[in-house]
């Protein structure tokens, strides 16, 4: 089951609650209130392709950076090419004269 953060609006009280996606609404455990709030914390990074980090994972050098669009770029100019034709990637920032 997936865990929900939640704020009371009436006393400022966070919680964590476990529940199903469809299950009815719930009160605030230090107040009782049924004025809540769902609160976002973090979300999960699901990434393929330009959007995936470069280096260790979180703290990618300046260096790591370019090569990893020096890598993907030209895939991507790929696809655009197959999918929308050779109009579609004019403008587009090259990394090789070839591309």
Do not use: V
């Not at 469809?22 to 959007?51: V, W």
């Not at 655009?80 to 004019?90: F, H, N, S, T």
């Amino acid at each position: 089951m997936p865990m929900y953060d939640y704020r009371c609006k009436d006393c400022g009280y966070e919680f964590t609650e476990t529940h199903g996606f469809n299950e009815s609404a719930f009160d605030c455990p230090e107040c009782e209130s049924e004025n809540l709030e769902r609160l976002i914390k973090d979300a999960p990074t699901f990434a393929k392709g330009m959007l995936t980090h470069a280096g260790d994972g979180w703290k990618a050098t300046k260096e790591e950076l370019q090569a990893k669009w020096r890598e993907e770029t030209p895939k991507l100019h790929k696809k655009l090419r197959d999918k929308l034709g050779d109009d579609a990637i004019r403008g587009l920032p090259k990394i090789n004269d070839d591309d």
